[in-house]
């Protein structure tokens, strides 16, 4: 757990300088410094939820990944193989056979 809370702070303060250096880009003229840093906690909250939006959006796609890899592999392959038949028909067969004898014929003469 201390990994976790040394991590989570770290996150946050960068996320604090961001906001920091947001919220002094956008200062106006006569603002107070306590007027900044409330600007400033602001900006740093609305980074940090989009922040956990996008995590919760990509969790949700990685779900849905992994459900949809899951559904793949658990079907299994069904090899479907048509049997053909294919029942030439004479007529070719038949023609090649005559024009071969008549070029014999016509060879021999």
Known sequence: MANYSKRHNEVSDKTQEEAMKIAKATQKPGQTKEQTKLISQGIKK??????KQQNAKARELDKQLKKTARSKNSEPEVDVREVVNVKQHWLPWALLVVSWCGFIVMALY
Do not use: P, V
Not at 46 to 51: L, R
């Open 46 to 51: 609305g980074i940090e939820q989009y922040k």
